[in-house]
Nanobody, 115 residues
Framework: QVQLVESGGGLVQAGGSLRLSCTAS????????MGWYRQAPGKQRELVAT???????DYVDSVKGRFTISRDNAKNTVYLQMTSLKPEDTAVYYC?????????WGQGTQVTVSS
């Protein structure tokens, strides 16, 4: 079992930056594919960024060049550095750990970008 806790969300003006953290307990994240998802009101949850155990990363087009996903296995933590934030980035951000047939989710952290 993996427990994930996100932190770092908040209110920021357009153009600002935030760094989200996702810290795990229960198991090491080193062998999991980690993802950051977001869900805006009235919209489906979407995958924003992915990082594999080998540190290969991928991003949805709307955040490429602005967001960076990284992991620190020693701290059992995954990060999402968000820069040049836009109002359309406003959402609840969730991290997820995928391994085999299981996917574990955190509780989410709210990010609100004001114009």
């Amino acid at each position: 079992q993996v427990q994930l806790v996100e932190s770092g969300g908040g209110l920021v003006q357009a153009g600002g930056s935030l760094r989200l953290s996702c810290t795990a307990s229960g198991r090491s994240l080193s062998n999991y594919v980690m993802g950051w998802y977001r869900q805006a009101p009235g919209k489906q949850r979407e995958l924003v960024a992915t990082i594999t155990s080998g540190d290969w990363t991928d991003y949805v087009d709307s955040v490429k060049g602005r967001f960076t996903i990284s992991r620190d296995n020693a701290k059992n933590t995954v990060y999402l550095q968000m820069t040049s934030l836009k109002p359309e980035d406003t959402a609840v951000y969730y991290c997820a750990a995928s391994g085999g047939v299981r996917r574990y989710w955190g509780q989410g952290t709210q990010v609100t970008v004001s114009s």
